[in-house]
Structure formats: C-alpha cells, structure tokens
C-alpha cells in the first residue's frame, strides 16, 4: 500500500491511524474467519478470508482491503477479539 495513502488514513469509527495488519494477525483472523466465528460490524458473517487488512493503533479493528482499495466502512469492520490467538502486539 502508498505509505502516503496510509499516512491519511484513518479509523472512520474512532479516528485512530491505521497500519497495514502483519501476517501473524491476518493468520489469526483467518483461522478465526474459516471457522465461522467472524461477523462484520452489521453482524453479517464474513465469509472470504483477508488478503490483506488494516489495523486501529488500539489492535481493536480490522478493516480489510479488497483489491487494493481499503474498505473503511464501520459496517464492515472486524472486531479482532472475535480471533481468539490474536497477537497482542
């Protein structure tokens, strides 16, 4: 991702920074995803695991990138508690 793009961005919910999500915590979501136990901030499951993700400064929100193009829609945040093995940091 544009290291400019990403130093615009923010959590549309809490307007913290994001960061681009690294692979130990993108495997912990999918694990998670591929058993079922991940739902969207508008309670739909999700379904397809992440290529890719941005992350709140807090590790509290995921917010996954199609293609590319960052999906920063609150609807379509993922809570990362929902990951039980999630890394702390």
Do not use: H, W
């Amino acid at each position: 991702m544009d290291r400019k793009l990403l130093d615009i961005l923010v959590c549309p919910a809490t307007r913290q920074p994001l960061s681009v999500l690294e692979p130990a915590g993108l495997d912990a979501l999918n694990r998670a995803i591929a058993s079922g136990g991940v739902k969207r901030g508008d309670g739909s499951p999700q379904a397809e695991p992440l290529r890719a993700a941005l992350l709140t400064r807090d590790r509290r929100t995921a917010y996954r990138i199609d293609d590319g193009i960052p999906v920063l829609l609150v609807e379509e945040a993922l809570a990362t508690a929902q990951a039980p093995d999630f890394p702390a940091a």
